[in-house]
């Protein structure tokens, strides 16, 4: 059992690595934050065509995609 991590040293990482994920997101929400809108809208309808096409294998409703 010499090579076994202790838990502290897991915790610690689990720790540092959760804060390097958080710090990430928070930057990649700032970078969106200055998008255009326009840009912003050609996003979401990306993100209304994936939902759409992940959720038709479980049967469930068709998804509204915009328009524009």
Known sequence: MENMPNLEDCTLRKNEVLR????????????????????????????????????????KKDRIIWMI
């Not at 390097?20 to 809208?41: M, T, V």
């Not at 979401?44 to 049967?59: D, F, H, V």
């Open 20 to 59: 390097d994920i958080f710090r990430e997101k928070n930057l990649r929400r700032k970078e969106l934050s200055k998008l255009p809108f326009e840009k912003k809208i050609e996003i979401l309808i990306q993100l209304q065509k994936m939902a759409k096409g992940a959720n038709r294998p479980r049967g």
